[in-house]
């Protein structure tokens, strides 16, 4: 038998095909849960169901601690436990924090590239600064974990970064 779990905020949906059956699994997961598959498959059904899972970014339970990049959905042949789920829900949310920062990283240096002069490649601005703040939609409160945080491209920064895009 295989166990999925999901470890997002969003209700996953798999679509596969386990091989000597025409028809598509269809496998819905609710957020912080898990679903047993597979109880009458044979190894080669269970391995084939496994790659398209490691084609959605999906990781076994038992390799949790290597650090890499994590969709959110984990596998393995015993059931897993909460605190596996809860622990990849926050390599999750980090991963998600992780991109934003890359992200804004990027549109401050591009912001500060457009505003040089297309001649001399001067600064026209001394400073190019952005913030972010993470709102909180109408009928929430805050939990204390919301995004903030500001970026400064400034003159004594280097001119010669190049970007991980």
Not at 39 to 67: F, H, M
Not at 114 to 122: G, H
Not at 131 to 136: A, H, L
Request: glycine letters at 6%; aromatic letters at 4%.
């Amino acid at each position: 038998m295989l166990y999925i779990a999901n470890a997002t905020k969003q209700v996953l949906r798999l679509h596969l095909r386990v091989p000597e059956n025409t028809r598509t699994l269809v496998l819905i997961i609710e957020s912080g849960t898990q679903a047993g598959i597979g109880k009458e498959w044979n190894t080669e059904q269970t391995e084939s169901v496994i790659t398209q899972l490691c084609r959605y970014g999906a990781r076994n339970a038992r390799d949790i601690e290597k650090p890499m990049e994590f969709s959110g959905i984990l596998y393995h042949d015993r059931p897993i436990t909460e605190d596996n789920i809860v622990n990849s829900h926050d390599d999750v949310m980090e991963e998600a924090h992780n991109r934003s920062v890359a992200e804004i990283t990027k549109a401050a240096l591009s912001f500060d590239a457009s505003q040089r002069d297309k001649q001399t490649n001067k600064r026209k601005a001394r400073v190019t600064s952005l913030e972010v703040e993470q709102e909180v939609p109408p009928g929430e409160r805050k939990r204390g974990n919301e995004v903030h945080f500001g970026l400064s491209v400034t003159p004594d920064g280097s001119e010669h970064v190049k970007l991980p895009i």
